[in-house]
C-alpha cells in the first residue's frame, strides 16, 4: 500500500465515530438486556401450546366449569354474589401455576445448557433473572384480565372508578411477583420433581383454605385467623373490595407485606441460587 492510500484510508477511519460500549454492569444495558429477555421467555411460552393452555386458557375454562357445577348454591348460602370471590381465586391461582411452569422452563434451560451459555455472553447476568421476573408479572396480567373479561357475562362487574379497575388488575400482580420469587429460589435448589412436590403441597393448602369460594365465616371458628390472613385470602378480599365493595385498605395492605416478606426472604437466594445453577450447568 502506497503512502497515499495509506493517508486515505487514516483519513476515513478519522471521519468515522467513535462508539464507546457501556459496561456490562450499567442500568441501561440491564435494563435494555431485561426487556431482551422477556421478549425471549414471552415467545417461548406463547410458541408452547401446553404452556399457553395452562397457564392462560385454563383458569378461564375453570371459571366456567365452577360456574356450571356450583351454579348460585354458594350465593344463596352466603348472601352475596360468588363469583367475585371465584374469579380473584382464579386470576391467583393462575399466577401459581405460571410460576411452577415459569420454574420447570428454567430447570429445562440449566439441564440443556443455555443458561451457562448466557452467563458467558458479554450480557449483564442479573438481567436473566429481572427479565424472567418481568415476563411473568406481563403474563400474569395478560391472564388476569382474561379471567376477569370471561367473569363478565356470569355477573362479575367492574367498578365505575377507572383506578379502582386498574389496581383490582394489579393486586394479582402483586401477589404472583413475590410468589414468582419464592418459586425460582426452590427452583434452583432442588432437583428433579422435588419442586412440583413442594409447590403442589402448598397450592393446595392455600387453594382449600381461602376467602374464594366461601366467606371466612364459614370455616371453623378455630381455623378463621389463619384463612383470613394467609397471602390468597388478603389478595381475594382486595380484589372483592375493589369490585363488589367492602373493605380494601387492610386487605391490600396485608397483600404488600406478604409480597415484601416473601421477596425479602426469598429474593438473595434466588440470586445466589441462579448463579450457582448457571455456573455448574
Known sequence: MTTIEKSSVEEAAADLPVVHTKPESSVS??????????????????RDPSTTIQTIAYPAVTLLMFRIVLGDSITAATGAPSIYGQA???????????????ALGFKREKASGLLSRFYTMPLNKASLLTGRLLAEMLRILLTTVIVLLVAVPLGFLFMEDPLANIALVLVPVLFGIGFAVMVTALATITEGVMLISLIGILNTLLMFFNTGFVPVFAYPTWLQDVVANQPM???IDAMKGLSYGGPVAEPLLKTVAWTVGMIAVF???????????????
Not at 29 to 46: A, G
Request: glycine share 4%.
Open 29 to 46: 444495558v440491564w435494563f435494555t438486556h431485561s426487556l431482551i429477555q422477556t421478549k425471549r421467555l414471552l415467545m417461548v411460552w406463547l
Open 88 to 102: 380473584a381465586l382464579l386470576t391467583l391461582v393462575a399466577a401459581m401455576t405460571g410460576a411452577v411452569v415459569s
Open 233 to 235: 385470602s388478603c389478595a
Open 267 to 281: 429474593a438473595y437466594p434466588a440470586i445466589v441460587g441462579y448463579k450457582k445453577a448457571a455456573e455448574s450447568s
